[in-house]
């Protein structure tokens, strides 16, 4: 029993060595006029077919420092070999194998904007039709120079160009073509921060080279950025219009304006790694996030200088806004004839006069005060007090003038930063809209 086993085994083996023998024949039989030198055509003046497609697999990187887009592609190509065809029939039914592509001749296809290539194989494999096609398709991992345009980030779309062209071979001898047989659809999603927008294909001749280019549309996606940069920077802005509620001579309306702006310029220092870099152009979202900036400034500066400017001088109890004012535009305020501070300190004068004048001529001594004296005294502590009232009321008045002053610019102040605001985010939205 043992015996016919080891009989079997030792005929399956020599069976299995015959039909490999008889394919690797076959094959050797089949491609014995083709060369891995010679361009495959039988009539030299007549150039080659090149038949190539491009599919994008994966967006892996892209660097706007360096201005480089690492994709992974799928690149095939077809081409006929005219030494190479057979009748299926006359070799069991056999349309098609496989052979290393080292052992066929390959075009010769190179990318122009490549920086670095990595094949998934050194030596790939290509595909023999029995009518004498030949298809290669390699998987590549390609970094690119492209020029990023980033004015319109993150809301921008870049295109970068694929460009083929034979290294060596002119149009004379290989001319480029679109495999509309292989072309199929593109996966949009998936890629990570960017979307693949669209892939189109141009061919055109350059120096007596055929080249065909595949351009690349890629669209950021640009959520990430909305949530954590314009919308944060938003909310600040509404925060400091909001202020502008707070009345314009309280304390707390500075220091609140102060920590405001102070807590937008950590935001902008801790998002620095987020930002781009960028070289010729300034990304609008750059101008967005400065502009930003200015503003809180200038408000905070608005508070301050009103504040500043409505501070009564000690001498003559008028404020520099009120002589701004006064030099500007004098009929906003009342000056005709003296001013109710001179008016009374005119009448103090006036009643100190008439007290030293009754003293010296004895009018008024010690002992001598009958009922006049004392009414005398009476009025003049009534006046006295009459004075301080009207002081005080003065004082009120012109505080309550200043105020109201005050206000006033400030509300003016309040609807230019408005005005200002909304044509800011109309400019940036039709800018963002308009050029997408």
Not at 53 to 60: F, R, S
Not at 81 to 109: K, Q
Not at 134 to 153: P, R
Not at 289 to 309: D, Y
């Amino acid at each position: 029993m043992a015996g016919w086993i080891t009989l079997l085994a030792v005929f399956l083996s020599s069976t299995v060595c015959c039909a490999n023998s008889d394919m690797i024949s076959v094959v050797s039989n089949i491609t014995r006029f083709s060369s891995a030198w010679v361009r495959p055509v039988k009539d030299w003046s007549s150039p080659l077919s090149l038949y190539l497609d491009l599919h994008v697999l994966k967006i892996l990187d892209v660097n706007e420092k360096e201005e480089t887009v690492k994709l992974h592609i799928r690149l095939s190509q077809r081409w006929r070999d005219e030494f190479v065809s057979w009748d299926p029939s006359w070799y069991g039914g056999l349309s098609n194998f496989t052979v290393p592509a080292s052992r066929i001749w390959t075009p010769d296809i190179t990318i122009r904007e490549a920086i670095a290539i990595h094949r998934q194989y050194s030596d790939g494999y290509a595909c023999i039709e029995w009518t004498g096609w030949v298809n290669k398709v390699e998987d590549i991992i390609l970094t690119l120079h492209c020029d990023l345009a980033m004015l319109l980030f993150p809301f921008d779309q870049q295109k970068c160009n694929i460009t083929l062209y034979p290294q060596l071979h002119t149009e004379q001898d290989v001319l480029l073509y679109v495999d509309t047989r292989r072309r199929s659809e593109f996966d949009r999603k998936g890629h990570g921060e960017w979307d693949l927008m669209e892939v189109k294909v141009y061919t055109y001749s350059q120096k007596q080279y055929s080249h065909l280019s595949f351009q690349v549309e890629l669209g950021r996606y640009s959520l990430f950025y909305v949530l954590n940069l314009m919308v944060p920077s938003a909310m600040v802005m509404l925060i400091d219009v909001a202020a502008f509620a707070v009345p314009v001579n309280c304390a707390e309306r500075i220091p609140f304006k102060v920590t405001l702006l102070f807590g937008y310029t950590v935001f902008l220092v801790l998002i620095t790694d987020i930002l781009p870099p960028f070289r010729d152009t300034t990304p609008v979202l750059g101008v967005y996030l400065v502009v930003c900036l200015i503003l809180l400034c200038v408000s905070m500066g608005e508070s301050v200088l009103l504040l500043t400017l409505g501070q009564p001088d000690s001498h003559t109890h008028t404020t520099p806004l009120e002589k701004i004012i006064q030099r500007v535009s004098p009929q906003l305020l009342k000056t005709d004839g003296p001013t109710e501070h001179l008016r009374a300190y005119r009448r103090h004068v006036s009643r100190g006069l008439r007290r030293s004048f009754a003293l010296r001529h004895g009018r008024v001594g010690p002992g001598l005060c009958g009922r006049g004296c004392v009414i005398d005294r009476l009025k003049e502590e009534l006046e006295d007090v009459s004075e301080e009232l009207r002081k005080l009321n003065w004082v009120n008045a012109q505080r309550s003038s200043r105020l109201h002053l005050m206000e006033a610019l400030d509300r003016f102040c309040f609807k230019l930063y408005i005005s200002t605001l909304a044509v800011f985010a109309l400019s940036l939205t039709l800018l963002w809209t308009l050029n997408r």
